[in-house]
């Protein structure tokens, strides 16, 4: 005769998931989203730049894309193929370097140019498993990549990992500020800490003549951090090469060690190393 | 005695929003659906600039902004105020000029930096709301601006209108290359036809010595327009006075009437306007 199953040992796959993840999360020392009211003001060359920076520093760092419908970490930090699976059955995630690994959902999808359709709910447990069913091992860092807005992505990480900081990006013209205002209210709401605010594309050097050039205005940033009595990060000048290194997945850092650029997001990674 | 209802009387608010959905799109010859893989590539300023060139040459114009984290549609327009409700009990868009109005959750919601934190369900209903509730009337075009990615938005958007066309807005860059592919895959998928390609911040004028920087390489959505044999729709220069004016809510084509940005937008507009 069967065994009959003990009710007791019947598993509820919500409370294991979530099991799965506290077991991820105890591992990692410091989380932060990096977040922004506005597409495109550089969350994910923020998030690539700072966590390269930060690995540079000997820290041991994670990156987690949960821009779902726009994925470019993989493609920024040149990793192509799929994840693996470790030994302990779980995903392992890209290697960059020693200190630097990275998943996202372009891993995970053999046709590149293929849209993730999804709605809000299926988005949640896509991330629990980002976190949950990676093998992430000991990090002192997680960089979070999140898309813009405060929809289903960021409210999934603030409602999942309870001591995610936030650091908020923004390009200094008004259009961009007011929707970081959007930003810092929603990190109020679901009681997120503000770590502080990167001005990014603040002012760029005409390669030509040499001139600066406020292509989004100039200072937004840094007002806007006074305002709230946040931290102001740094910021960060546009530099054309960025986009180059981005696209061709070659580390903006290593090729242009001197460049202001590579400077700021330097300072900022020492800010938060000092955490470790 | 009181009356019993009859059940066939019963409504259901289902079927009645999708009636008021319907009734309302009834009056709307075309739709267009603006968007992008990746964010700040300049969908809202396009959204904008391409409305206002189709008011100009005659059209009935409506905006509909379905960027419900980020809408920026009443900044860029200059448009204060919260909506009021027309005369059939309807909520009246926002006039930005006789041929032109527009809604937007931002004219809505009375604390403008109050961040929206909805998951994909509410959206759905907000955007069946945003078409079935408001005034339209008859229009030529109905121009809606949404999020990048491919997300609850524009799902819904593709859902509910059946016959609206995508405009895909890209910078040149192959980071927002490779997300367009995605949005090219999402409108195969959903069935909707993609009307163009837009190729936005393509070059840019040095103010100071005239020399032209490509901030963000150049010539990539043109590439991948005829890649996918998808109409290339045109080239729009990087100009700060397109941001400046965003900002401040000016309109930038009646302050720079021959700049090459506004005569790109009216080319383009000079195309969607021969379908009238």
């Given at each position: 005769m069967d065994k009959v199953p003990d009710p007791s040992e019947r598993k509820d796959p919500q409370a294991e998931q979530q099991a799965k993840v506290k077991t991820s999360l105890d591992k990692i020392r410091h989380k932060f989203i990096v977040m922004s009211g506005k597409g495109g003001v550089g969350?994910?060359?923020t998030s690539v730049n700072l966590s390269i920076a930060l690995a540079n520093q000997g820290c041991k760092v994670g990156i987690m894309d949960v821009d779902?419908?726009?994925?470019?970490?993989p493609?920024?930090?040149?990793?192509?193929?799929?994840?693996?699976?470790?030994?302990?059955?779980?995903?392992?995630p890209a290697a960059y370097s020693e200190n630097l690994k990275a998943v996202s959902i372009e891993s995970l999808t053999p046709g590149k140019d293929d849209a993730i359709i999804w709605r809000g709910p299926i988005?949640?447990?896509?991330?629990?498993?980002?976190?949950g069913d990676v093998d992430w091992g000991e990090l002192d860092f997680l960089i979070i990549d999140s898309p813009p807005g405060t929809g289903d992505e960021p409210l999934t990480v603030a409602q999942t990992i309870a001591d995610a900081r936030a650091i908020i990006v923004t390009t200094p013209q008004e259009v961009a500020l007011a929707d970081v205002r959007k930003s810092i209210s929603?990190?109020?709401?679901?009681?997120?800490e503000i770590f502080g605010i990167v001005e990014n594309m603040s002012g760029f050097p005409c390669p030509h003549c040499g001139e600066t050039v406020e292509l989004f205005g100039s200072g937004g940033?840094?007002?806007?951090?006074?305002?709230?009595?946040?931290?102001?990060?740094?910021?960060?000048?546009?530099?054309?090469?960025?986009?180059l290194c981005g696209d061709n997945g070659t580390c903006f850092r290593?090729?242009?060690?001197q460049s202001p650029v590579t400077r700021a997001f330097d300072q900022i990674a020492a800010k938060?190393?000092?955490?470790?």
């Open positions: 969350k994910t060359s779902l419908h726009g994925p470019d970490v493609r920024m930090l040149g990793l192509q193929g799929l994840l693996d699976i470790s030994p302990n059955q779980k995903l392992a988005k949640f447990s896509a991330i629990q498993q980002f976190i929603f990190c109020k709401t679901v009681n997120m940033g840094e007002k806007t951090a006074q305002t709230y009595g946040l931290n102001f990060l740094g910021r960060i000048p546009f530099d054309p090469n960025v986009v290593d090729a242009h060690t938060m190393a000092k955490l470790v």
